[in-house]
């Protein structure tokens, strides 16, 4: 079945970058994505990369993808404490758009 | 503003009661879905529907049923409740028929606790 691995902590200084990494094991994926969620809410979708490209840039944050390792990432440049939350990543399974698996999340830390 | 209401954020239940959690979305979205928060597992699928009075088993499905009667509401229900049912469920939806690029959007969840 679908598997989708990240590390579970990630601990930055305000102003540096983050880089959350994750890899998964569907070959037939056709979108990833990026959740954050906050303390104590919902999960809102931050970023997603269609399965034909492997970078795409979004203000201060990049994805790259590389398909034949299946590993993805998400870079935050300038992390502000405001970027402390939990990044899940989730690819949608066996080739459907309507059907996530998620890693298990990645707590990011900011410190002042 | 596009909106999935879950009915309670925090409920306290006995072991053995009956447990409704209600789920609304406002966007006309064909898929719904429930998924269950714990620390260290991440998020885990119970149940899918992807059409009124439809349902699919996720990965988890032992313990729950759901019900779809109309389109915009998804109720997840626990029979019989356990103590290892205390987790956050987490209600989402999507556009369907393979649209879009399959966001799901989320409820702000409820947290159960069976003691």
């Keep these: ?112 | 503003d596009v909106k999935v209401t879950q009915s309670s954020r925090y409920l306290v239940k006995r072991t053995g009661e009956k447990v409704f959690l209600e789920c609304v979305q406002d966007m006309d979205h064909e898929n719904m879905f429930w998924y269950r928060q714990d620390p260290g597992l991440g998020l885990r699928l119970i149940y899918f529907s992807y059409d009124v009075k439809m349902k699919e088993k996720g990965d988890i499905p032992e313990g729950y049923s759901v019900s779809r009667e109309k389109k915009e509401r998804f109720s997840l229900i626990l029979e019989s409740a356990s103590t290892n049912q205390t987790s956050m469920y987490l209600c989402a939806s999507s556009l369907g028929g393979g649209a879009g690029t399959g966001e799901l959007f989320f409820g702000e969840g409820s947290r159960l606790t069976v003691l």
């Excluded at chain 1, 999960?43 to 034949?68: A, C, E, G, H, W």
């Excluded at chain 1, 390792?69 to 899940?88: E, P, V």
Aim: with cysteine; glycine share 8%; hydrophobic share 30%.
């Design chain 1, 1 to 112: 079945g679908e598997d989708v691995e990240q590390s579970l902590f990630l601990s930055v200084r305000e102003g540096d970058s983050s880089v959350i990494n994750c890899t998964y094991t569907d070959s037939s994926s056709t979108y990833l994505y990026w959740y954050k969620q906050e303390p104590g809410a919902g999960l809102q979708l931050l970023t997603y990369i269609f399965s034909n490209m492997d970078m795409k840039q979004d203000q201060r944050l990049t994805v790259l993808l590389n398909k034949k390792d299946k590993h993805l990432s998400l870079r935050i440049a300038d992390t502000q404490t405001g970027d402390s939350a939990i990044y899940f990543c989730a690819e949608a399974a066996g080739g459907s758009n309507y059907k996530l698996t998620f890693g298990k999340g990645t707590l990011l830390t900011v410190n002042p």
